[in-house]
């Protein structure tokens, strides 16, 4: 059964700590993306991968990190430079870029 | 950026009415999607629009699309109280450097009560 999976669904960073979120997909998709979603907000961009081994800013990229390694893993790492990282992040993955995403079910992340 | 903005922001009818959503862009588009959320939850695909298509049906929902007027609207007909949920639109531009994005709207929440 095909899919995206995010881990964990809840993750609780203390001030000043690095965590890093994981996003894999069995679905064979070439691109790869992280959102960051805040309460009533639509979704911003934060990376984009097209290929393997690389990967560009989207729009709010500041304080935050990625790699693709392997086609089916695109982890984000969400660095103390991040001032304000509470808030749902969504991993997805598309064929092309004009076909839809297919999302993850997010992770919530908290600055305890 | 935000390129779409979606209109109204909340919407609220009772079960078997029409539901209507609007997005706005601003640049010109390869293509425009619909999602929808529920709460706490992932962003499921929808629908699908090119930029040479005017009108699209799936199911109960029917998406048009206005290039001149750089304007979709998504019908849900007959709703349900299962269609309670969060819809974003989201365009795709038209090649350049932003090729391979998708930009989101802020999102309509909708209501259907039983």
């Known amino acids: 059964d095909g899919g995206i999976t995010q881990s964990p669904k809840y993750l609780f960073r203390k001030e000043g700590q690095n965590v890093t979120l994981s996003c894999e997909q069995n679905?064979?998709?070439?691109?790869m993306y992280w959102y960051r979603q805040d309460p009533g907000q639509g979704l911003r961009l934060i990376y984009y991968s097209q290929i393997v081994n690389d990967f560009q800013k989207g729009d709010i990229a500041e304080g935050y990190s990625v790699s693709r390694e392997k086609k089916e893993s695109f982890p984000l790492t969400v660095t103390s430079a991040q001032k304000n990282p509470t808030a749902f992040y969504l991993c997805?993955?598309?064929?092309?870029?004009?076909?839809?995403?297919?999302f993850g079910s997010g992770t919530r992340l908290t600055v305890v | 950026s935000q390129q779409g903005e979606e209109d109204p922001q909340a919407l609220s009818i009772q079960e078997g009415e029409n539901a209507t959503m609007n997005c706005s862009y601003k640049?010109?588009?390869?293509?425009l999607q619909w999602y929808r959320q529920n709460s706490g939850r992932g962003l499921v695909h929808l629908i699908l629009i090119r930029s040479n298509e005017r009108e699209k049906h799936s199911g109960r929902l029917r998406v048009t699309l206005d290039t001149s007027k750089k304007s979709s609207s998504l019908l849900i007909t007959a709703s349900r109280a299962a269609d309670t949920a969060s819809y974003f639109c989201?365009?795709?531009?038209?090649?350049?450097?932003?090729?391979?994005?998708?930009?989101f709207g802020q999102g309509t929440i909708l209501t259907v009560h039983p």
């Open positions: 679905l064979n998709h070439d691109a």
């Open positions: 997805a993955s598309s064929i092309r870029a004009d076909y839809g995403y297919t």
């Open positions: 640049t010109s588009i390869n293509n």
């Open positions: 989201a365009t795709a531009n038209a090649g350049g450097t932003s090729y391979g994005k998708l930009t």
